[in-house]
């Protein structure tokens, strides 16, 4: 196999190159002390022209993380990610929780304080390098990575960031985490050479079990009202049509449950909605595709007498330290091969005749499911203040089957039908807040012909740094539309109190600890101050006119635009 060599002064040098070999166009960061080797680098290979991830800066790690996950979802590529020592670790432990739940692969590396006090090229010369250091940086995060290691020496270099990306691209992907200390990157590394292409390489995805794909057929062949509960095949585009073909040859119902990306067209007519409750009691097989929590047993659980199968890449998500939902066959394998070979067992069982009758049947339900839509729709029209359902379908109005949405909860998406595979991405299930305005950031950036909308709530557009996002926004050219839905609450602590003790103290008050966040900043003047468009709407009849002017801003202006849409409380 061929060698390359490569001329380098250090190994901060061969690192940014091999990484550029190996496929990783961006390296999102928010910078320390612990950074001079690569800063160099990076301004040595601007003179000489050597091939490097682009740099890009995101003024915090929270913000980092977001915006290479969006960046990765949204491309299907690999990032990487570098953050500062022990503290930029710690800030962005968020975010890798985010990537790892939902299978996003990237490569997170992160210096680690000198580890001599003298004598050595990049040796301690800043008083915080004593107090940053830990006797187990890593540790922080080793639960929720796939793999982690600290780069030793610079002859190992290839071997390390091969074995890096090969395990955070093997599915399921996740995040990795690379320790870099100082010294290591600072140090001499003359004759480098590396394989090219590479020969360390991420493993083929799992096949599914012919004999499991038999079984599954035999217990849908035999259901008189099967259901398919998804909320992540589509993170394969390829899936999406494999799921509608499925559907549609079987007239089975599909209901996407708190999804994260588009798995069935919100058009297709068996699609059932987002809530599998109404569906549990009549289903006597459920095919969970793709699904961390299908139902929530303490609320609704299908009859005992319902067969369920599981399938996914990780279908028992064996890295959740307790989940208990029945399983009488779980199969490993990607959702689009799966769903092919499963449609092809199926089709040597199933009758023409219970088919047709159950597709009539789910046409019914169907229709009946977007009437009910639509008379939540007619009358949130004019609730004051503005009705989430409302504001929903007033960002569908400003959007086509192009358009990327990001949603961090807040946006009904029974209220606006993504389409298209790739338009639409929702919080990872570990509910690290703060991820959707950097995420949809990354989104951007790659796909910058497509407009971008995050929809994101009060609560996590704080947490997601707001300053620091509009700063990346307007800096790197990414313009995006932001639509805050502001309540003004922390709506999840205010439905678990209720739900837990509906007559209790916090029910009976008419303002319940922890809950309101009052005294807001105005969102939109954040915006406006770093040169973007920014409005706050109070009246439900002035919201589609706000935010056509906010997408001219995007897509004609070419820069960023917030509307702060003041909504009804829960």
Same mark, same amino acid.
């Given at each position: 196999?061929?060698?390359? =060599?490569?001329?380098?002064?250090?190994?901060?040098?061969?690192?940014?190159?091999?990484?550029?070999?190996?496929?990783?166009?961006?390296?999102?960061?928010?910078?320390?002390?612990?950074?001079?080797?690569?800063?160099?680098?990076? !301004?040595?290979?601007?003179?000489?022209?050597?091939?490097?991830?682009?740099?890009?800066?995101?003024?915090?790690?929270?913000?980092?993380?977001?915006?290479?996950?969006?960046?990765?979802?949204a491309s299907g590529r690999v990032p990487a990610v570098m953050l500062h020592v022990s503290v930029g670790t710690a800030n962005a432990l968020c975010g890798v929780i985010n990537a790892a739940? =939902?299978?996003? /692969?990237?490569?997170?590396?992160?210096?680690?304080?000198?580890?001599?006090?003298?004598?050595?090229?990049?040796?301690? +010369?800043?008083?915080?390098? *004593?107090? %940053?250091?830990?006797?187990?940086?890593?540790?922080?995060?080793?639960?929720?990575?796939? *793999?982690?290691?600290?780069?030793?020496?610079?002859?190992?270099?290839?071997?390390?960031?091969?074995?890096?990306?090969?395990?955070?691209?093997?599915?399921?992907?996740?995040?990795?985490?690379?320790?870099? /200390?100082?010294?290591?990157?600072?140090?001499?590394?003359?004759?480098?050479?590396?394989?090219? /292409?590479?020969?360390?390489?991420?493993?083929?995805?799992?096949?599914?079990?012919?004999?499991?794909?038999?079984?599954?057929?035999?217990?849908?062949?035999?259901?008189?009202?099967?259901?398919?509960?998804?909320?992540?095949?589509?993170?394969?585009?390829?899936?999406? !049509?494999?799921?509608?073909?499925?559907?549609?040859?079987?007239?089975?119902?599909?209901?996407?449950?708190?999804?994260?990306?588009?798995?069935?067209?919100?058009?297709?007519?068996?699609?059932?909605?987002?809530?599998?409750?109404?569906?549990?009691?009549?289903? +006597?097989?459920?095919?969970?595709?793709?699904?961390?929590?299908?139902?929530?047993?303490?609320?609704? !659980?299908?009859?005992?007498?319902?067969?369920?199968?599981?399938?996914?890449?990780?279908?028992?998500?064996?890295?959740?330290?307790?989940?208990?939902?029945?399983?009488?066959?779980?199969?490993?394998?990607?959702?689009?091969?799966?769903?092919?070979?499963?449609?092809?067992?199926?089709?040597?069982?199933?009758?023409?005749?219970?088919?047709?009758?159950?597709?009539?049947?789910?046409?019914?339900?169907?229709?009946?499911?977007?009437?009910?839509?639509?008379?939540?729709?007619?009358?949130?029209?004019?609730?004051?203040?503005? +009705?989430?359902?409302?504001?929903?379908?007033?960002?569908?109005?400003?959007?086509?089957?192009?358009?990327?949405?990001?949603?961090?909860?807040?946006?009904?998406?029974?209220?606006?039908?993504?389409?298209?595979?790739?338009?639409?991405?929702?919080?990872?299930?570990?509910?690290?807040?703060? *991820?959707?305005?950097?995420?949809?950031?990354?989104?951007?950036?790659? =796909?910058?012909?497509?407009?971008?909308?995050?929809?994101?709530?009060?609560?996590?557009?704080?947490?997601?740094?707001?300053?620091?996002?509009?700063?990346?926004?307007?800096?790197?050219?990414?313009?995006?539309?932001?639509?805050?839905?502001?309540?003004?609450?922390?709506?999840?602590?205010?439905?678990?109190?209720?739900?837990?003790? /509906?007559?209790? =103290?916090?029910?009976?008050?008419?303002?319940?600890?922890?809950? +309101?966040?009052?005294?807001?900043?105005?969102?939109? %003047?954040?915006?406006?101050?770093?040169?973007?468009?920014?409005?706050?709407?109070?009246?439900?009849?002035?919201?589609?006119?706000?935010?056509?002017?906010?997408?001219?801003?995007?897509?004609?202006?070419?820069? %960023?635009?917030?509307?702060?849409?003041?909504?009804?409380?829960?």
């Amino acid at each position: 196999m061929a060698r390359k =060599e490569l001329a380098v002064d250090s190994v901060a040098e061969a690192y940014l190159t091999l990484l550029a070999e190996r496929g990783v166009d961006y390296l999102f960061a928010n910078a320390g002390t612990d950074f001079a080797p690569l800063v160099e680098a990076f !301004a040595k290979a601007a003179r000489t022209g050597a091939k490097t991830p682009q740099p890009l800066i995101a003024t915090h790690e929270n913000l980092a993380m977001s915006m290479a996950h969006g960046w990765a979802i949204a491309s299907g590529r690999v990032p990487a990610v570098m953050l500062h020592v022990s503290v930029g670790t710690a800030n962005a432990l968020c975010g890798v929780i985010n990537a790892a739940r =939902e299978f996003v /692969p990237m490569l997170v590396s992160a210096g680690r304080s000198p580890l001599t006090e003298t004598g050595l090229p990049g040796a301690r +010369d800043v008083y915080i390098h *004593w107090a %940053q250091e830990m006797f187990d940086q890593a540790g922080m995060l080793r639960e929720i990575v796939k *793999w982690e290691y600290e780069l030793r020496h610079g002859v190992q270099l290839e071997t390390v960031v091969d074995r890096a990306l090969a395990v955070a691209t093997s599915a399921p992907g996740g995040p990795v985490y690379l320790s870099l /200390p100082r010294e290591v990157l600072a140090s001499p590394l003359p004759g480098f050479s590396y394989d090219a /292409p590479a020969r360390r390489v991420g493993a083929a995805p799992p096949a599914p079990d012919r004999g499991a794909i038999d079984e599954a057929a035999r217990i849908l062949a035999k259901a008189q009202n099967p259901l398919v509960i998804t909320a992540s095949a589509g993170r394969d585009p390829a899936a999406v !049509a494999a799921l509608a073909e499925f559907a549609g040859r079987f007239a089975v119902p599909v209901v996407q449950h708190r999804p994260r990306h588009l798995c069935l067209p919100a058009d297709h007519p068996c699609h059932l909605g987002y809530d599998a409750t109404p569906y549990l009691d009549a289903a +006597d097989a459920i095919l969970v595709l793709e699904c961390d929590v299908p139902w929530i047993p303490s609320l609704k !659980a299908p009859p005992a007498s319902c067969r369920v199968v599981h399938i996914g890449v990780d279908p028992l998500f064996s890295r959740y330290p307790i989940r208990g939902f029945p399983c009488d066959l779980a199969i490993t394998g990607g959702a689009a091969a799966a769903l092919a070979e499963l449609g092809e067992a199926l089709a040597r069982h199933v009758e023409g005749a219970g088919v047709e009758d159950r597709r009539w049947r789910v046409a019914v339900a169907h229709e009946a499911l977007r009437a009910s839509w639509r008379k939540t729709l007619e009358a949130a029209a004019t609730a004051r203040p503005i +009705d989430m359902a409302w504001a929903s379908a007033c960002v569908a109005g400003i959007t086509d089957p192009e358009s990327i949405l990001v949603n961090e909860y807040t946006l009904m998406s029974e209220h606006y039908g993504s389409t298209r595979p790739g338009s639409y991405f929702g919080s990872s299930p570990a509910s690290g807040l703060g *991820w959707g305005g950097g995420a949809a950031l990354g989104a951007r950036l790659a =796909e910058p012909d497509r407009l971008v909308v995050a929809v994101l709530g009060d609560g996590s557009h704080l947490f997601g740094n707001p300053v620091a996002v509009h700063h990346a926004s307007a800096l790197h050219r990414l313009p995006v539309l932001f639509v805050i839905m502001n309540n003004s609450m922390w709506g999840a602590v205010r439905r678990a109190a209720l739900g837990m003790y /509906p007559q209790g =103290e916090a029910a009976r008050s008419n303002k319940p600890p922890l809950i +309101d966040l009052d005294e807001l900043p105005a969102f939109e %003047q954040v915006c406006v101050a770093a040169g973007g468009h920014g409005e706050r709407v109070e009246e439900p009849a002035e919201l589609p006119a706000a935010l056509e002017r906010a997408k001219h801003a995007v897509t004609v202006e070419k820069r %960023q635009a917030l509307v702060n849409v003041i909504c009804r409380r829960p």
